[in-house]
């Protein structure tokens, strides 16, 4: 078995220990966060915190999921690095499917 030795496997743990912080740092800010502004913007610095975190997360799965092509086809840490963009494209989707939703029910 090809095994890549401890450096590749050190980045894959920090980039993946950094995407979890700020995966999960997206929601405490949004429940942390006291809306601000007036009428219709009121609360929209929550909403601008949780999307800036989580294209922070977003950046560390893109760079996680490169990280994770060196190893080779079918390893674990392969298959495991691709979970973080996996997250991130139904979270997108999410958004759009709620954006999407919401302009057809008014």
Not at 32 to 56: A, C, I, K
Not at 67 to 79: D, E, F, L, M
Not at 91 to 104: D, E, K
Request: charged share 10%; aromatic share 14%; glycine share 12%.
């Amino acid at each position: 078995m090809n095994d890549q030795g401890d450096g590749p496997r050190l980045w894959v743990t920090i980039l993946f220990a950094a995407w979890v912080m700020s995966f999960g740092y997206a929601f405490v800010s949004f429940a942390s966060l006291e809306p601000t502004g007036d009428s219709f913007t009121r609360g929209m610095n929550r909403v601008t915190s949780y999307l800036g975190w989580q294209g922070v997360a977003g950046m560390v799965a893109l760079v996680l999921f490169g990280v994770g092509r060196s190893w080779p086809k079918g390893h674990a840490i392969r298959r495991m690095t691709a979970v973080p963009i996996c997250l991130a494209l139904l979270h997108i989707l999410a958004i759009v499917g709620i954006i999407i939703w919401a302009s057809y029910t008014s």
